[in-house]
């Protein structure tokens, strides 16, 4: 990863204690029986995935080759269209009112279907650009793994053995994980900051343009309740660094393509917050429990 004036090992040990803390804290307010609202629509979930994994890509390639981006920047941001499940845009879905039952299940399927769709999307980059990239599903099995699906399982084992002992844990690991998002945010800012004013307009516009464009799709093809309609736009616009990080981490690309993929983290961040922001203001109380 390109290095910034804070030292890396600082950041990884904040990121990965934060997105721990997220991730078990949303588990420790996941109730099980919900999840068989999602059984009887099977429909939306369909949608929702195309919405994520092929949607998104098709409309990053489209938004890039409109801009004539340079190949790299063009790249990094094809390969951050490809890398679907953010752990904390569960967190983001539920605080702006997103279904309770629908956006975990939608975030834990679209989680495991990254370890198969990723190495897929590769294969067929690897012909748009004439390249070899490649990724091991057991790479990405282990990242989403333990950045996600352990600390998610473990809170909501927490919540089913022990629901008054979840209950009363939760509102305090709430506010440390807000804490350590608003710390991580400010400390990602000071080491990539530079990064982000270097990418230049064309680049932050295709950014800025693609997220815009996953929320739309998303919006639009969310289902007829507004709390699922905020879970896809969501789910489908807020991308995964960590595992894009890895692909190019792993095929040793040009720090160009980091550097982008590093832009797009904060700039697509920064799109989604007025969405975000409406969101809140529009969900029922009931449906926000985070």
């Known amino acids: 990863m390109p290095a910034g004036p804070l030292p890396e090992s600082l950041l990884t040990l904040v990121a990965a204690t934060t997105v721990f803390t997220v991730m078990f804290t949303l588990g420790l307010g996941v109730r099980l029986r919900e999840f068989r609202w999602v059984l009887g629509h099977a429909g939306l979930i369909l949608r929702a995935l195309f919405c994520v994994l092929v949607a998104v890509p098709a409309l990053a390639l489209v938004v890039c080759r409109a801009l004539d981006l340079p190949r790299?920047?063009?790249?990094?941001?094809?390969?951050?269209?490809?890398?679907?499940?953010?752990?904390?845009?569960?967190?983001?879905?539920?605080?702006?009112?997103?279904?309770?039952?629908?956006?975990?299940?939608?975030?834990?399927?679209?989680?495991?279907?990254?370890?198969?769709?990723?190495?897929?999307?590769?294969?067929?980059?690897?012909?748009?650009?004439?390249?070899?990239a490649s990724i091991s599903p057991a790479e990405l099995a282990k990242q989403v793994f333990v950045a996600q699906l352990l600390p998610l399982s473990i809170g909501i084992a927490v919540q089913r053995i022990a629901p008054a002992f979840?209950?009363?844990?939760?509102?305090?690991?709430?506010?440390?994980?807000?804490?350590?998002?608003?710390?991580?945010?400010?400390?990602?800012?000071?080491?990539?900051?530079?990064?982000?004013?270097?990418?230049?307009?064309?680049?932050?516009?295709?950014?800025?343009?693609?997220?815009?464009?996953?929320?739309?799709?998303?919006?639009?093809?969310?289902?007829?309740?507004?709390?699922?309609?905020?879970?896809?736009?969501?789910?489908?616009?807020?991308?995964?660094?960590?595992?894009?990080?890895?692909?190019?981490?792993?095929?040793?690309?040009?720090?160009?393509?980091?550097?982008?993929?590093?832009?797009?983290?904060?700039?697509s961040a920064l799109t989604i917050v007025p969405y975000v922001m409406w969101r809140r203001r529009a969900a029922v109380p009931a449906t926000n429990p985070l």
């Open 72 to 132: 790299l920047a063009e790249i990094g941001i094809v390969l951050m269209a490809i890398a679907p499940g953010a752990p904390v845009a569960l967190r983001r879905s539920l605080d702006a009112g997103g279904h309770r039952a629908f956006a975990p299940a939608l975030q834990i399927t679209v989680a495991l279907l990254a370890v198969l769709s990723m190495p897929v999307s590769i294969a067929a980059l690897n012909h748009v650009y004439a390249g070899h």
């Open 166 to 267: 979840a209950g009363r844990l939760q509102p305090h690991l709430l506010r440390i994980a807000t804490l350590l998002l608003f710390v991580l945010m400010i400390l990602a800012l000071i080491d990539v900051g530079e990064v982000v004013l270097d990418a230049g307009p064309r680049t932050a516009l295709a950014i800025a343009i693609v997220t815009l464009g996953a929320l739309s799709v998303g919006h639009a093809m969310g289902g007829p309740e507004p709390a699922t309609r905020t879970a896809v736009a969501i789910t489908s616009a807020a991308r995964n660094p960590g595992l894009a990080l890895l692909v190019a981490t792993l095929n040793q690309a040009a720090p160009e393509i980091e550097r982008t993929v590093l832009a797009y983290l904060l700039l």
